[in-house]
């Protein structure tokens, strides 16, 4: 839940944040990951393929996380390449593999988080190196 105070809104916290976000993510605990969304965040994710779409709320969010990464069986590989830091947003850029059965998605990723006035998560939006990869990549279904 957002604290009921504004948070600090220095570089560092509003980084922090986001870094417990995809951490708690990345340690599939979604209750602390929820913690860091406002209660109507929202997450963009460009294309055609079945995750494409816009999923609002911090349990969709959470959710949609979670499908993606039980779709890719454990075998997801992130490396943070770089964090752009600015008043309101947040973006990181994210080299990724994922492997789902014969089929692998390799490519960066760009995530840009903005922040409401409370200091939570209010919207998250993907964009994509090669949309085309990544829509083939997805176009199994996904659980």
Request: aromatic fraction near 12%.
């Amino acid at each position: 839940m957002p604290e009921s105070q504004p948070r600090d809104e220095t570089d560092s916290d509003a980084v922090d944040q986001v870094r417990q976000f995809l951490m708690a993510l990345a340690n599939r605990d979604a209750k602390s990951a929820s913690a860091e969304l406002s209660a109507a965040a929202t997450y963009h994710v460009p294309g055609s393929s079945p995750v494409a779409g816009t999923f609002s709320g911090r349990r969709d969010i959470v959710t949609y996380f979670r499908r993606i990464f039980d779709f890719a069986s454990g075998s997801e590989a992130l490396k943070w390449v770089d964090w752009m830091v600015g008043t309101d947003l947040v973006s990181a850029l994210v080299e990724t593999h994922l492997q789902s059965g014969l089929s692998e998605f390799e490519g960066r990723l760009l995530f840009v988080f903005s922040r409401d006035p409370l200091g939570g998560i209010a919207a998250i939006r993907l964009f994509l190196e090669d949309q085309a990869r990544f829509d083939r990549f997805f176009a199994q279904r996904v659980g």
